[in-house]
């Protein structure tokens, strides 16, 4: 039965597949369109690759939040108007989930194979693509297209991934808040021994990538307090500077530029004070994990005495220490060289180009601290 022939009618199971690569206002038509009818609808989101930045289950997860009701006992399914919805994440790590660019065949055969084994049998599918007609067939269901041409939601996940923060219309609070969050902006930390560029450079990625800086907070202290900072100040110091960073984080677009870490703060504790607070020797060891990638930058640069730093003869001694303690804190850094501009370009090549996309929610390239 066709179910324009009663509005009364409704499929008992509805099916839609997707990568959700993120979700967006068009695959919210989708769903909504489906769930008006079918009683029950799954929704099954997988990809491979599958990005660790919002891998297969932090995507169902965006699905469940935005549709459950708010203030929900916990355990309570999400739901469109009176249709439950089944969200799915089929990891790549745990199912042999076919690579993006397999043929339409081998997608089809992998969804009809984990169909069979919940058991399961989906009376209707629900597409956008073109895929959609022989996939319902291959599992043996009905299709029904919802807007092929894009008109009412005139967006693509292709689209969005190419400019995330310019399309942010298209996009749910809940998704955009990802796109903000620690789990999704990665920390790139710049050290190295006084008057290395630091600073500078910090600041000229983050223009480059429309994005934010965090400015060491150590020198703020250290200026604010005319030279006088003690040994107390510096576990203070290394926790100002974390809490720096984590309110930056909702700024950032992609990456988020910092200037040292607790890791040169503990460092500074044993070269001025011969000792070091255990809790700071902990903060410099989370700094294997906390930051994405760790730059150093060399001290190939012509020394600038603004009136706070060491002597110029110590630059290259604490260049040196700074490499020891990364080798034996573990933590892989990228040794930069040479003029500004050429430390971009060595910077570009680990991160990737930055995309000078237009957009009128461009970040303002401000630092933090």
Request: one cysteine or more; glycine letters at 6%.
């Amino acid at each position: 039965m066709n179910p324009s022939a009663t509005s009364a009618f409704r499929w008992p199971i509805g099916l839609i597949v997707g990568k959700f690569l993120p979700f967006h206002k068009g695959h919210q038509l989708l769903l909504e369109q489906a769930a008006a009818q079918v009683q029950d609808l799954y929704v099954l989101v997988y990809s491979n690759p599958d990005p660790a930045t919002m891998d297969s289950e932090t995507r169902a997860g965006w699905i469940r939040q935005i549709y459950t009701a708010a203030g929900a006992e916990p355990g309570t399914p999400p739901r469109i108007g009176e249709t439950v919805l089944h969200v799915v994440a089929l990891p790549v790590g745990q199912l042999p989930v076919p690579p993006n660019d397999a043929a339409d065949y081998t997608q089809r055969e992998f969804v009809r194979r984990w169909l069979r084994q919940q058991p399961l049998q989906p009376d209707v599918v629900f597409a956008s693509e073109q895929y959609g007609p022989g996939f319902a067939a291959h599992i043996g269901a009905a299709y029904v297209a919802v807007d092929p041409p894009r008109t009412r939601v005139p967006i693509s996940g292709t689209r969005i991934r190419e400019d995330l923060y310019g399309h942010a219309e298209f996009l749910h609070p809940v998704v955009q808040a990802h796109f903000h969050s620690a789990q999704f902006i990665r920390k790139i930390v710049l050290m190295g021994a006084e008057s290395t560029g630091k600073s500078t450079l910090s600041k000229a990625l983050a223009s480059a990538y429309s994005t934010v800086w965090v400015h060491e907070y150590g020198r703020t202290l250290h200026e604010e307090k005319n030279g006088a900072t003690d040994f107390d100040d510096l576990l203070y110091i290394a926790h100002r500077h974390r809490e720096l960073e984590d309110e930056a984080v909702p700024y950032a677009r992609h990456f988020l530029f910092v200037d040292t870490n607790a890791a040169t703060t503990a460092q500074f504790s044993y070269f001025y004070y011969a000792r070091c607070a255990p809790e700071l020797l902990a903060l410099a060891a989370e700094c294997r994990q906390r930051y994405f990638h760790t730059f150093l930058c060399a001290p190939d640069i012509p020394y600038e005495d603004d009136g706070w730093r060491d002597p110029e003869a110590l630059r290259d001694f604490h260049h040196g220490m700074v490499a020891m303690q990364l080798d034996m804190l573990q933590i892989p850094y990228t040794l930069l060289t040479g003029t500004v501009e050429e430390r971009l370009e060595q910077v570009y090549a680990v991160l990737g180009q930055p995309h000078h996309a237009a957009s009128a929610t461009a970040a303002d390239p401000r630092k933090w601290g």
